[in-house]
């Protein structure tokens, strides 16, 4: 039995052996060529199966800790643009950061720069007042303790300026300061007391025909200033009538602009002190002719005012329908305020320019 | 597993020495990055780097195992050499022969050890070939036996023969195509 030959040889090269056989062993290879042979070859055959049987294991093993290895990587594992943005996101932080800074602080500087100017274009302030609710009440309590069989009379809401367009009771005011209106009033420095209703409103021009609805007017007679159709001239002197407060109060300036508020044509732009109450005041020349209406100013900016060229008040009493005014409105022909002093002027025009009540 | 457990290059050789598969682990994964970015940044892809890198490993840990290492540096930078030097190899083989290679870490020549190394891996792909020829049963036979050192009694039981004689006979006739398989293309040089 040739197994029994390796089983020895086996036996031999794991050690097995006991002294005496061993050495028995070790003398019969010495002798017998082919033996020695045999056990070399065996001994090689026997590490080599030793080694791929270590390295098999060992394959197995590392595989499964690259597999377990990739298992973990894979879902920390980063994608590309993660891998760059960790990388740079410091940076792109320090550049985001500069180039909003340089935008911002740009935009910033640009609107400082800028800021003015919008000031002195972008407010258009609307002469309406808004009438002293605290003093009405005071007088109507007054009133009250003096007579108390009469309610006391609701205190108007706004207040502004009209002036006559008309003998037979036409008056013209800026149509915001009517705007929203239940019932008008109109008054003068006379005591002459009207009640009036909106019979046209022209909102592009900022204009509104008023009629006094009162039976017991009996009109203004000859009205004192004409209308001038041409434009003034610039640099002309102006001045205008008005109630900003209870009273009366003349302003005087001159005509600074052609144009008005933004470079607005159908407008002028004055420079007398105006204030809230003056809107719908009658703008008139040196020689008493009327060039415009006032309507409003310019927020933050002193001595920019504006007014409607009465040109387009004259373009809106033509445009009246008839049946609103029964008789085609006639224009006073004849101008009796020029040559006179302004004081004189003003005596004579101050019937004609009404304080316009608004209820609401 | 405790990282600072193999915090030195003496624990992990010694825990790899030891039988302590943690430590392999350990080691395995330690170093894995810096071949695998040596191989790619060479010219070679994942799976390259996985076995180059496994290649190192079991250089190392026979090297450890059969107790002839002489480390004179770091675990580090001894894998880091022989994977250097098993890479260069394999681009030689494909006919690739680098001009240059781009360096990561130091490294050492190792070429005294390379002769003995190609010698082992020139054995253990005989071997395998020949335990692939060999076939089953007999592979699995020769391998229970020699290799996981499994008693007769078991294989024979296993092996559905009849007793242990018969296993025996067969184990012979098994090692007996081995041996010719083997030494048809293996002549031992060492």
Redesign the interface.
């Given at each position: 039995m040739e197994y029994l030959m390796y089983e020895q040889i086996e036996r031999y090269l794991s050690g097995k052996m006991v002294d005496d056989e061993k050495a028995a062993f070790e003398a019969l290879i010495q002798t017998d060529l082919r033996l020695a042979e045999q056990v070399k070859e065996h001994r090689t055959l026997l590490q080599a199966m030793q080694q791929y049987g270590q390295r098999q294991e060992l394959r197995s093993k590392l595989n499964s800790i690259h597999s377990k290895m990739e298992a973990e990587a894979t879902h920390v594992e980063l994608p590309m643009w993660r891998v760059f943005w960790n990388r740079h996101a410091q940076t792109m932080a320090v550049a985001a950061s500069i180039s909003l800074l340089s935008v911002f602080g740009t935009l910033w500087t640009v609107e400082q720069l800028k800021a003015p100017a919008q000031q002195q274009t972008a407010r258009y302030v609307e002469l309406r007042r808004e009438v002293d609710k605290l003093k009405k009440a005071q007088t109507a309590i007054i009133k009250d303790i003096n007579n108390t069989t009469k309610p006391a009379p609701r205190p108007a809401r706004f207040s502004g300026t009209g002036f006559a367009l008309s003998a037979n009771g036409y008056l013209v005011t800026s149509s915001h300061v009517v705007e929203g209106a239940d019932s008008i009033m109109i008054e003068n420095t006379s005591g002459a007391k009207y009640k009036v209703s909106e019979v046209y409103r022209d909102q592009t021009h900022d204009l509104s025909i008023l009629k006094i609805e009162d039976p017991t007017f009996e009109g203004f007679g000859k009205l004192p200033y004409t209308f001038k159709t041409a434009e003034s001239d610039l640099g002309e002197m102006v001045y205008t009538l008005g109630y900003p407060r209870e009273d009366v109060v003349f302003g005087e300036g001159s005509l600074s602009s052609t144009s008005g508020f933004e470079g607005d044509t159908t407008a002028y732009q004055i420079s007398i002190p105006l204030n809230p109450g003056n809107s719908g005041g009658p703008l008139l020349d040196d020689k008493g002719n009327l060039i415009g209406v006032i309507s409003g100013k310019q927020a933050g900016q002193e001595g920019a005012a504006f007014a409607i060229k009465s040109a387009y008040l004259l373009q809106l009493m033509s445009e009246l329908p008839l049946a609103t005014t029964l008789s085609p409105l006639s224009l006073p022909k004849h101008n009796t305020l020029a040559g006179n002093s302004r004081p004189q002027q003003l005596k004579k025009l101050k019937d004609f320019v009404f304080v316009v009540k608004v209820y609401n | 597993m405790k990282k600072g457990l193999y915090e030195t290059d003496e624990a992990i050789i010694a825990g790899i020495r030891s039988g302590d598969?943690r430590a392999?682990?350990y080691l395995?994964?330690l170093h894995?990055p810096m071949i695998s970015h040596f191989i790619l940044s060479n010219s070679g892809t994942d799976d390259e780097a996985?076995d180059i890198y496994?290649e190192g490993?079991?250089v190392f840990?026979?090297k450890i195992?059969s107790d002839s290492l002489e480390l004179t540096c770091q675990i580090k930078t001894y894998l880091y050499s022989v994977c250097r030097r098993l890479w260069l190899k394999r681009l030689a083989e494909k006919g690739r022969f680098a001009t240059k290679v781009d360096d990561a870490e130091n490294y050492l020549m190792l070429e005294e050890d390379a002769p003995q190394q190609e010698e082992?891996e020139r054995?253990?792909g005989?071997?395998?070939d020949a335990?692939n020829q060999l076939g089953e049963p007999c592979k699995t036979l020769?391998?229970d036996y020699?290799?996981?050192m499994q008693n007769m009694q078991d294989i024979t039981d296993r092996f559905g023969y009849t007793n242990t004689d018969t296993a025996?006979?067969q184990?012979?006739k098994c090692?007996q195509r081995?041996?010719k398989l083997?030494?048809a293309a293996?002549q031992?040089e060492v």
């Open positions: - | 598969d392999l682990t395995y994964k894995f996985k496994q490993v079991i840990y026979e195992k082992n054995r253990f005989v071997m395998e335990m020769l391998e020699y290799i996981r025996k006979n184990k012979y090692l081995l041996k083997f030494f293996y031992a």
